[in-house]
């Protein structure tokens, strides 16, 4: 299963990993890299993947290409609200702008993250 990792983690903790993965990469280590998506904050990860934005991402799961309007079918919303998401999921990063329309190339999402009370 092609699952797409969404984690919050700092600006520093970010870039630290990919040194890592890029000093392994060039010695010929760790091929097994799963995708990784991360946010800064809770509020970051949030104005991307409000709830109708996660609805779209996750009717699209596994689907392949699909136009705009098979996305509005698929989640019963106007197709002029959907284009608008799927522009923002695009800008975004977490779907793909194909020849034939959108796409969201995994089968699932796996949320990973902690979160703590305030000091």
């Given at each position: 299963m092609n699952t797409l990792t969404i984690r919050l983690q700092s600006?520093?903790?970010?870039?630290?990993?990919?040194e890592r993965n890029s000093a392994s990469?060039?010695?010929?280590?760790?091929?097994d890299a799963q995708p990784?998506?991360?946010?800064?904050s809770w509020e970051a990860m949030h104005r991307t993947l409000a709830?109708?934005?996660?609805?779209?991402?996750?009717?699209?799961?596994?689907r392949g290409s699909l136009t705009v309007r098979e996305v509005a079918?698929?989640?019963?919303?106007?197709?002029?609200n959907v284009h608008g998401d799927l522009d923002m999921l695009v800008k975004s990063g977490v779907v793909d702008k194909t020849e034939d329309g959108f796409a969201f190339p995994y089968d699932r999402i796996?949320?990973?993250f902690d979160m703590e009370a305030a000091a």
């Amino acid at each position: 299963m092609n699952t797409l990792t969404i984690r919050l983690q700092s600006y520093e903790n970010m870039i630290a990993e990919v040194e890592r993965n890029s000093a392994s990469a060039a010695k010929g280590e760790g091929g097994d890299a799963q995708p990784t998506f991360s946010f800064e904050s809770w509020e970051a990860m949030h104005r991307t993947l409000a709830p109708k934005r996660t609805e779209i991402v996750m009717a699209m799961a596994g689907r392949g290409s699909l136009t705009v309007r098979e996305v509005a079918k698929l989640v019963n919303r106007d197709i002029k609200n959907v284009h608008g998401d799927l522009d923002m999921l695009v800008k975004s990063g977490v779907v793909d702008k194909t020849e034939d329309g959108f796409a969201f190339p995994y089968d699932r999402i796996h949320f990973e993250f902690d979160m703590e009370a305030a000091a």
